[in-house]
C-alpha cells in the first residue's frame, strides 16, 4: 500500500453522516503521474517507468514475468479509463452534486494505462461506483486492445429504487484461446442516450437499458428448484430455469443469454456394495467423499440455452440417481507408456498415457501414480486423466512409473498395479565453485561446474535452504542467480533431470530497521522486530549488540522467528544519550550493521506535587519536596504567570524522583502560578495553578 496513513484516515466527508478515508478514488501511487483528466499519447509517452516505485513497480515487474501468458488480466477497484479515457473515477467524487469535492485526484492513472498497453493487456476489470462502463484503447504493438470493463453491483444499489436504470448484475468474460469474445449481455441506450454495454442482470424482468422499479424485481434470472433437497435421497432432481435472452454473439454461434458448463453440487449418500451414482443431463466433473465417508459429493456441469423470450424460459432438470445394478470389476488397462513408450530421455518433465477402461459401469474416476524409490502408500488418489504431465525421479538410469487406477463403485474397485519405464540419459551435475561463497539477499552468484545442460528445463532449478532461486543467465557449466528473500546460511542446491548436487553457502545478514527505533534509559527496552535479511535460523542464533563506539549492550532473550526477524531486548539503564548502532553476527562470522539505529534518551520530567504549595509574597518560601520522577542534577525550577516568572534558586536534586529549592516571592501577584521544571536536556514539565500566593 503505497497510500500515506493520511490518505487511509477516516473522517467526516458530511459531518455525522457520511464516514470515509481521504483518497476515496482511485491512485496507485509510486512514482506514477499526479492526476490531470483525460489521455494523450503525448503525456503517456512523457512517463518514464525507471521512477516507478511500489505498486507501480510490481505491476510493471509482474507483467513482465508474465509476458508469455497466454491472455494478461488486470483486476483494479477503479477504472482508470472511464469514460472515454477521461479518468472519473480518479477525479474527485462530488458527495454534495456541486459541492464538497472529496477523495479524488489520485496519482497513477496513466501510469495503469501505458503498463496495460505495453504489456498487451487483454482485459481491465473494474467495478468502484457500481456502474456499467467500457472503453478500450490499442495496445502499443498495434495487434490489440486493452478492454475496460466497469461491471454494475451485485446488490440493489442506495437511494430512491424507483426509475433505476443500474440494476443488480455481473459481468460473464466469454473467453476462447486468449481472446475476449464477449464481455456484455446487451448492447441498449443509457439515459443519455449514448450505447453502452450492459452487465448480465440477476433478476428476470430487469429493464435493460431502461428505467427499473428495484422493488419489483423478486424472481431469479436463473433459479434451480432441487426435488427432493440433495442430502438423504438417492435420486434428486435440479431443474434450472434460464431466463435471460441476450443476444446472438456470433451469427450461428451462441448467445450471451446462453448459461456454459452451470455448475451444480449433489450431495449424496454414501452407497455400499458396488453400487454407484449415474448422471442424466450433465457431467460429473468433480467428485469427492467428505471426511466421514457419509457422503459423496457429485460436482455436476451441463449447458443450457438462453430463453427464446421473456416468457418462453429454457429449462432442464438434470437427475443424479443410483445406479440399477452394482459394478464390482475391476478396472484394467492394456497400454500404460511413458513418452508415447520412448526408450530414452533427458528430460524428467515426461506424459503418462493410458488406455485404462471400466466394463463394470460405474466408469473410471481415481488413479494414483508413484515413481521408482517411493512407497504406494506416498501416492495420492487423483482425478482419472488419460495422459498425464508427471515428473521422473531425478537420476540417471532406468526408471520406473507405477499407477493404479479406481472406479466410480462405492467401495471403488481398485486395479491392479501397472508400469512403465523409461531410461534416463545424460550427466549427473557437479560443483566447482560458487562466487562468491557468501552473499546478502538479492545478490548475483555465479555456480560453476559441469552438467547444467545447455539450456533450463522445467525440472533444472536452484535452491538456496529449499527456496527457489531467480536465474539470470543457464549454461551446461555456469548458472548465473539471485540469493532469494527468506534464506540464511545452509546449503545451495541444484536440480537437473539427471540429479542433483549441493555446496555450502553463506548468507550475510542485513540489517534494515529496528522497532521501536527509540527508548528512554531508565530500564530494559523490548524489540519487538529486528528486521532485516540473513539472520541464521539453525543452531547457534546470532549475536546481537547495541554500540556507540566505546560502549557494547549485548542482546538478552533474542529469539530468530525467521531469516528476516529478531526479537530481543536490551537493558539501557543509565546508558548514555544518543545514537546506537545495531549489530547482528551470525554463528559464521558474518555480521551486518543499521547505523544509528536506535536512539537512547533520558525521559522527560514528571512533575506530581509540590510541597508547600503556598507562600506569603513577603519574602522568600522555602520548597522541601517538588514531587515526581526523572529529575536529573542541573535541572531548572520556575514559578510562572502569564509573562510572569520567577525562577528558583539553591536548587537541590535529591533523587531522581524529589527536588529542593527556593523562591524569594517578594511582591509577587497573588493567585495561582504554575510550575516548571526543566532538565539540562531541554525537556520540561509544567503543574497548573498549583502554587499560590
Given amino acids: ?182 464481455c456484455y449481455y446487451l448492447l441498449a441506450r443509457d439515459e443519455s442516450g449514448d450505447l453502452l454495454q450492459y452487465s448480465w442482470p440477476f433478476y428476470a424482468g430487469t429493464n435493460v437499458g431502461g428505467p427499473n422499479n428495484l422493488e419489483a424485481l423478486v424472481d431469479q434470472a436463473i433459479d434451480t428448484v432441487w426435488n427432493p433437497r440433495p442430502g438423504s435421497a438417492e435420486s434428486v432432481d435440479c431443474t434450472i430455469t434460464n431466463r435471460l435472452t441476450g443476444f446472438e454473439i456470433t451469427p450461428g454461434g451462441g448467445w450471451s443469454g446462453d448459461i456454459e458448463s452451470a455448475f451444480m453440487e449433489f450431495p449424496m449418500p454414501y452407497l455400499d456394495r458396488g453400487y454407484y451414482y449415474t448422471v442424466i443431463n450433465g457431467t460429473f466433473a468433480e467428485v469427492f467423499d467428505d471426511d466421514t465417508g457419509d457422503h459423496r459429493t457429485y460436482g455436476v456441469t451441463t449447458d443450457i440455452s438462453h430463453a427464446l423470450d421473456e416468457d418462453t424460459p429454457a429449462i432442464k432438470t438434470i437427475t443424479v440417481s443410483k445406479s440399477a445394478t452394482p459394478d464390482t470389476e475391476v478396472p484394467t488397462c492394456t497400454s500404460f507408456q511413458i513418452n508415447g513408450g520412448a526408450a530414452t530421455t533427458s528430460k524428467a518433465h515426461v506424459t503418462l498415457t493410458n488406455d485404462a477402461v471400466d466394463l463394470g459401469g460405474s466408469g473410471l474416476q481415481d488413479m494414483k501414480i508413484w515413481n521408482d524409490g517411493e512407497s504406494e502408500d506416498s501416492a495420492q488418489w487423483q482425478r482419472y486423466k488419460v495422459s498425464s504431465n508427471w515428473e521422473l525421479r531425478q537420476q540417471i538410469g532406468v526408471r520406473t512409473v507405477n499407477v493404479r487406477f479406481r472406479d466410480g463403485a462405492m467401495p471403488g474397485n481398485v486395479s491392479d498395479r501397472y508400469s512403465a519405464t523409461i531410461t534416463m540419459v545424460g550427466s549427473e551435475p557437479s560443483i566447482a565453485a560458487v562466487t562468491p561463497g557468501a552473499a546478502c539477499v538479492g545478490d548475483r552468484v555465479v555456480i560453476e561446474g559441469a552438467g547444467f545442460g545447455d539450456s533450463q528445463t522445467e525440472e533444472d532449478r536452484v535452491l538456496f535452504n529449499g527456496i527457489a532461486a531467480d536465474i539470470v543467465s543457464w549454461g551446461d557449466t555456469r548458472i548465473t542467480c539471485t540469493v532469494p528473500y527468506g534464506v540464511c546460511t545452509g546449503t545451495v542446491r541444484i536440480f537437473t533431470d539427471a540429479g542433483s548436487v549441493s555446496s555450502e553457502f553463506h548468507v550475510m545478514p542485513l540489517v534494515d530497521k529496528i522497532v521501536s527505533d527509540y527508548a528512554c534509559n531508565t530500564g530494559p527496552v523490548h524489540i519487538d522486530n529486528l528486521e532485516g535479511t540473513g539472520f541464521f535460523t539453525g543452531g547457534n542464533s546470532p549475536a546481537v549488540k547495541l554500540t556507540n563506539g566505546p560502549v557494547d549492550i549485548h542482546a538478552m ?44 534518551d533520558c525521559p522527560p520530567p514528571i512533575l506530581t506535587g509540590i510541597t508547600p504549595d503556598s507562600g506569603i509574597n513577603t519574602g522568600s518560601v522555602n520548597i522541601i519536596e517538588l514531587a515526581g520522577d526523572n529529575f536529573r542534577d542541573g535541572m531548572q525550577v520556575w514559578l510562572t504567570r502569564g509573562a510572569h516568572e520567577i525562577e528558583a534558586i539553591d536548587v537541590v536534586v535529591v533523587s531522581p524522583t524529589r527536588v529542593a529549592c527556593t523562591f524569594d516571592i517578594t511582591g509577587a501577584t497573588a493567585g495561582k502560578w504554575k510550575v516548571r521544571v526543566r532538565n539540562k536536556d531541554g525537556k520540561e514539565a509544567t503543574l497548573s495553578k498549583r502554587f499560590t500566593f
Fill in 1 to 182: 500500500m503505497d497510500w500515506t496513513p493520511a490518505e487511509r484516515s477516516l473522517h467526516w466527508a458530511l459531518p455525522m453522516a457520511l464516514l470515509g478515508p481521504h483518497k476515496w478514488q482511485g491512485q496507485v501511487a509510486g512514482g506514477g503521474d499526479p492526476f490531470e483528466a483525460g489521455w494523450a499519447q503525448e503525456r503517456e509517452n512523457a512517463l518514464n517507468e525507471n521512477d516507478f516505485t511500489g505498486q507501480l513497480l510490481w505491476v510493471k515487474q509482474d507483467l513482465e514475468a508474465h509476458a508469455s501468458a497466454k491472455m494478461k488480466t488486470m483486476l483494479l477497484h477503479h477504472d482508470p479509463w472511464k469514460h472515454g479515457g477521461s479518468g472519473s473515477m480518479f477525479e474527485h467524487m462530488p458527495v454534495i452534486p456541486g459541492f464538497l469535492p472529496w477523495g479524488g485526484k489520485g496519482a497513477g492513472r496513466l501510469s495503469l494505462i501505458k503498463l496495460a498497453r505495453e504489456n498487451n493487456v487483454a482485459l481491465v476489470l473494474s467495478g468502484h461506483d457500481h456502474s456499467d462502463a467500457y472503453g478500450s484503447v490499442e495496445w502499443k504493438s498495434g495487434s490489440g486492445e486493452v478492454k475496460f470493463v466497469n461491471t454494475t453491483s451485485t446488490q440493489f444499489q442506495d437511494g430512491d429504487p424507483q426509475n433505476r436504470w443500474e440494476y443488480p448484475g455481473y459481468r460473464f468474460i466469454h473467453v476462447k484461446d486468449g481472446v475476449v469474445e464477449n
Fill in 557 to 600: 532473550n533474542g529469539d530468530v522467528f525467521s531469516p528476516q526477524s529478531i526479537t530481543c531486548d536490551f537493558d539501557i539503564t543509565g546508558a548514555t544519550v544518543g545514537y546506537y548502532s545495531v549489530v547482528v553476527q551470525n554463528e559464521d562470522g558474518f555480521s551486518a550493521m543499521l547505523e544509528g539505529g536506535l536512539t537512547v
